[in-house]
C-alpha cells in the first residue's frame, strides 16, 4: 500500500504534460484494458487466484511506468556498491517490489498494466487523441471539492472609519505597501530559482500560483529540452 500510494502520486507528473483531461483518458483506457487482459490470462491459465476486479490498481501503476521509461529523462547518475544507478532507478525498484510482491496475482495484472501501457503508446485506436466532453469535464468541475470555489480574499485593507486615529492609518497602510503580493512572491521565487519571469508567470497559472508544482513543472520542461 505504501509503494502503490507512493508511486500512484509521483506517476500524477504525466497530469501536468499532457494535462487532466488527457489523463483522466489515459486512466481509463489502461484500468480497462489491463482488465481486460487479466480476464483473458485467467481463462488461459485457469487459475482462481486471479481475480481482475480485486487486484487494485496495478494496471494504472503498471501502465505509468511505459511513459515513465520513454518520457521521463535520467537527471543524475550514482553508484552504490560498484552498482550504476540513476535517480530513475528507486521507482524502478518500488514497481519491482510490487510486481513480485504476490506471485501470479500481481505478475499477471502488473503485466497486463505494461501491455495497456504499451497500447496507449502506440497510440492504438488513436487513443491518445481522445479527450472527454466539456460537459463531462464542467460536471466533475462542479462536483470538487467545496473549498476549490472558495474566493482567494486578499490582502486585508486598512480603512479608516473614523475611530482610528488618522496617523496609524498611515502607518498601517505604509506596512500594507511594503507587504508584497502573493502572486507577485511567487514569481519571485521561481525566478530567484533560475527560471525566466515568463514561464514563471505561465506555470504560476496552470498550478493556481502553488510555488512548488509550478517549480516541478519549470524543471521537468527544462530536463525534457535537454
Known amino acids: 500500500m505504501i509503494f502503490g500510494a507512493a508511486l500512484l502520486y509521483y506517476f500524477r507528473v504525466f497530469e501536468r504534460q499532457i ?12 484500468t480497462v484494458i489491463s482488465v481486460l487482459l487479466q480476464i483473458l490470462a485467467l481463462g488461459y491459465l485457469k487459475d482462481p487466484s486471479i481475480n481482475p476486479l480485486t487486484s ?4 494504472l501503476l503498471f501502465a505509468s511506468y511505459v511513459p515513465f521509461f520513454f518520457d521521463i529523462p535520467v537527471s543524475m547518475r550514482f553508484r552504490i556498491f560498484g552498482l550504476s544507478l540513476s535517480d530513475k ?13 504476490s506471485g501470479r496475482r500481481s505478475v499477471v495484472p502488473g503485466v497486463s498494466g505494461i501491455l495497456a501501457g504499451l497500447l ?3 497510440n492504438t485506436f488513436g487513443i491518445r ?29 486598512t480603512e479608516n472609519d473614523g475611530n482610528i486615529p488618522s496617523h496609524q492609518v498611515h502607518q498601517n497602510e505604509g506596512v500594507h505597501t511594503a507587504t508584497q503580493d502573493p502572486a507577485e512572491a511567487s514569481i519571485a521565487a521561481l525566478v530567484s530559482m533560475g527560471f525566466d519571469n515568463n514561464s514563471a508567470i505561465q506555470a504560476l497559472a496552470l498550478t493556481d500560483y502553488d510555488v512548488n508544482l509550478a517549480s516541478n513543472i519549470l524543471l521537468e520542461a527544462q530536463a525534457l529540452r535537454q
Open 89 to 101: 532507478s528507486f521507482v524502478y525498484l518500488a514497481g519491482l517490489q510490487l510486481l513480485l510482491s
Open 19 to 30: 494535462g487532466s483531461n488527457k489523463y483522466a483518458v489515459f486512466i481509463v483506457f489502461s
Open 120 to 122: 496507449y503508446r502506440l
Open 129 to 157: 487523441r481522445l479527450k472527454f466532453p466539456e460537459l463531462a469535464t464542467s460536471l466533475f468541475s462542479r462536483l470538487s471539492w467545496p473549498f476549490y470555489s472558495i474566493p482567494y480574499q486578499g490582502l486585508p485593507t
Open 56 to 59: 487494485g490498481p496495478y494496471g
